[in-house]
C-alpha cells in the first residue's frame, strides 16, 4: 500500500510539474504580447463569422485575461495554493481547449492556434497532442489534488496569490503601453530584414499569389499584379495566397508598395545604406493619434538630417486622408499587408529605426525617441546604435522582480516550518520534556458524556458519587461531566466545580423565540453548567447539523460565557480513503477558524472517529497521535504555534480505563472525551486515574 501511494505520489507531481511548466511558459509569452494574443483571438472570431460584432478592447481584454489565468493557475499548481479549486479550474481549462485545438486540427481553419505566442510556433496537430498529455495530467491532478506537497504553508498563500496577479497584470499591461519585452518574431531588434527573406541556395521557394479587391461604380472585383486596372478603381483590401509550398523563409511577405500600386519599392528602402524611418500602422482608422506631435517632430528630424521616412499601411486612401487632415501628416503613405504589419510591431502607429535594412530600434507610439533638430545626427545620439537588451539582462529582469521574491518567500516560509517541526520532535522527547520541567502544560481533560441515558435519581447519584471520589483523591487533570439537560440544574446544586465541571450535551443555533423543544445557550449557562458539547458526530448524523449551523452555536456558547468541547473525526470510509486529515480541516475551517484568536481559546477540540465511537473498536496509539498532532498544525497554521500549544486536543472513541494510559502517554493527545465508560463510577475513574 505504501509502495502504491508512492508511485502515485510521484507520477502526480511529475503531472503538476508538467503542467506547471507548461501552463507559466504559455500563459507568460501570451502576457507579454497582448496585442499578439488579441489578432490570434479576432482570427478566430473571423472564422466563426462574428467579428465584426466584437469591439477591439473586448478582445484585447480577453487576450490580457486569457494569459493571465494560465499564468497564475501554472504557478497556483506549482506551489500548490487551493490544491483542489485549482486542479479543478485546470481540469476545466483543458476540457475546452482540447476539443478546440481537435477542430483546428481537422478543420485547419486557422494556420497556428498561437498557444505559445510566437515563442513556439506548433501545427495544430502538435497542439491537439500537447492538449491530450496535459488533460491526462489534469485529471490525474483532479483525482488526488493533495498529493502535492505545498511550497508555501497555507497561512502564506494570498501573498503568492496577490503578487502573480499583480506580476502578470503589470506586465501585460506594460506590454501594451510599450513593446513586449522578449521579441520572437524575426522583426526584432538586430534582425536584417533581407537576410531573413533569403532562400537558401538549392532550395525552391513555395508561390504565392497576391489578390487585390477594388472598387468602381459600385461593383467590387478581384485583380492579381497581372490584370491590375487603372486608378479610377479604388482599392478597398488585399489578399495573399500560398499556392505551393517549399522553403519559406523567416520574412516572405514584407513587400512596400506606392498606394496606386505601381511601384515596390521594398528593395529600393532595405539596401539604402543609411538610417531610415519606418512609421507602421496597420489601420489608420484605429490608430492612437494623441503622440502626433511627437511623430511630426520625428519627421521634421528625419528631413532636416536627410533620414528618409515612409509611413506604412494597410488603411484606404480615405483612411489616409482622414489621418492627414487630423494631424497635419506631411510624409508619404505606402502600403503594405496588415498581417506583416502586425507582426512587425506590436503598436498602433509604431515606429522601426533601419540601417542598410537592419532594424536598429523599435519603439511604440507611447516610448517614442526624443530626437529634435538640436539633437545633432543619429550617430551622435544613444538611437545610432542598435537598441537591443540582451536576453540575459531581460531574463534576469524577470527573476529578479518575480521568481527571485517568491523564492524567498518559499525559503522562509520552509524555514519557519522547519523549526516548528524541529520544536514539535523536541516537545515529543520525553528525555526533553522531564529536562524542560517548568513549562507551563495545556490542560489535561477527561470529560464524560452521558448522551441520552440515565433519569434524574440516577443521575443525582453518579455526580454525587464522582464528586465525593475526586474531591478526596484530587485527580491529575481537570474532570467534567456532560449530562442531559434534565439534570443540569440539579447537579450543579451538589457539586463542587472546581472538583468537577459540568456541561451540557448541546444547545440550540438560537438566542431565543418560538422554538419549541430547544435549548438555548443562555439557558444552559443559567442552569450553573461552564462547557457544552458541540458538533458531535451523532449530532451530525442523525440531526443533519451542518457546519453553519454549528458556527452559530460556538458564536452563541462563547457569547454566554461557555466553553466549547468541539468534536471533530471521520468516518470509515473517510479513514480507508485516507481523507482523515481533509475531513477534520475542513471540519474545523466550516465552524470554528472564524473565531479570533481570544475566542479560539474558549475552544477545546474532541478528535473522536466515527468509526471507533461506541463499537469497540479503538484507533491505535499513533493514529491517535498522528491526527492529533496535524489537528495541532493546521491550528498553528490559523493562530500560530502560541495557540496551538496551549489548545487541549481530547481522544473520543471507546476510549477505556484500559487503553487510556497508552493514549494518554502521547504528546499531542490531552486526555478524552467519554461515552459508555462515563456512565459507571469505576470505569470513569479508572480512566481519569491513567494521568
Known sequence: MNVKKLILGIVVNLCRLVIAVTFIFSGYVKSIDPLGTNYKIEDYLEVVHIAQYVPTYVTVVLAVFLGALEFCLGVFVLFAVGRRLVSRLVLLFMCVMTPLTLWLAVG??????????????????????????????????????????????????????????FFILFSAGRSLYTLPPFDFRPYHVGADIKAGMEIPEGEKGPQFETTFILEKDGVRKEFTLDDYPDSTWTFIDSKTVQLSKGYVPPIHDFSIQTLDYSEDITDSVLNYKGYSFLLVSPHLEDADDSTFGDIEMLYEYSKAYGYPFYALTASTEKAIQYWRDTTGAEYDFFLTDETTLKTVIRSNPGLLLLKDGVVYGKWSCNDLPKLELNSGSLEKTQYGSIQKES?????????????????????????????????????????????????????????????????????????????????????????????????????????????????????ADKEKGAYTGEVSAEMVKSTGAQYVILGHSERRGYYGETPEILKEKVLLALKNGLKVIFCIGESLEEREANKQNEVVKM????????????????????????????????????????????????????????????????????????????????????????GGASLKAADFLGIVNAW
Open 391 to 507: 536576453l540575459a539582462r531581460k531574463l534576469s529582469k524577470v527573476l529578479l522582480w518575480y521568481i527571485l521574491p517568491l523564492l524567498l518567500l518559499a525559503i522562509a516560509d520552509r524555514t519557519w516550518h522547519f523549526t516548528v517541526w524541529i520544536k514539535n520532535k523536541r516537545k515529543s522527547n520525553k528525555i526533553y520534556q522531564l529536562l524542560k520541567g517548568k513549562k507551563k502544560m495545556r490542560k489535561k481533560i477527561v470529560a464524560g458524556n452521558w448522551k441520552m441515558n440515565m433519569n434524574l435519581q440516577d443521575g443525582i447519584a453518579l455526580a454525587k458519587e464522582l464528586n465525593e471520589t475526586l474531591k478526596n483523591s484530587k485527580p491529575n487533570c481537570d474532570v467534567v461531566i456532560c449530562t442531559p439537560f434534565i439534570h443540569l440544574a440539579s447537579v450543579a446544586q451538589l457539586i463542587d466545580q472546581n472538583v468537577v465541571g459540568l456541561g451540557a450535551e448541546n444547545c
Open 108 to 165: 485547419n481553419p486557422i494556420q497556428d492556434c498561437g498557444c505559445f505566442g510566437d515563442a513556439v510556433v506548433l501545427t495544430n496537430w502538435e497542439s491537439f497532442y500537447k492538449n491530450i498529455v496535459l488533460l491526462i495530467a489534469a485529471i490525474l491532478l483532479c483525482f488526488r489534488p493533495l498529493a502535492m506537497p505545498r511550497f508555501i504553508s497555507r497561512s502564506n498563500q494570498a501573498i503568492v496569490v496577490a503578487y502573480t496577479v
Open 587 to 674: 471540519e474545523l475551517e466550516g465552524s470554528v477558524f472564524n473565531l479570533s484568536e481570544e475566542e479560539f481559546k474558549n475552544i477545546i477540540i474532541a478528535y473522536e472517529p466515527i468509526w471507533a465511537i461506541g463499537t469497540g473498536k479503538t484507533a491505535t496509539s499513533d493514529q491517535a497521535e498522528e491526527i492529533q498532532a496535524y489537528i495541532r498544525s493546521i491550528i498553528a497554521g490559523r493562530y500560530g504555534q502560541a495557540v496551538a500549544d496551549e489548545t487541549s486536543i481530547l481522544y473520543g472513541g471507546s476510549c477505556k480505563a484500559s487503553n487510556a494510559p497508552e493514549l494518554f502517554s502521547k504528546p499531542d493527545i490531552d486526555g478524552g472525551l467519554i
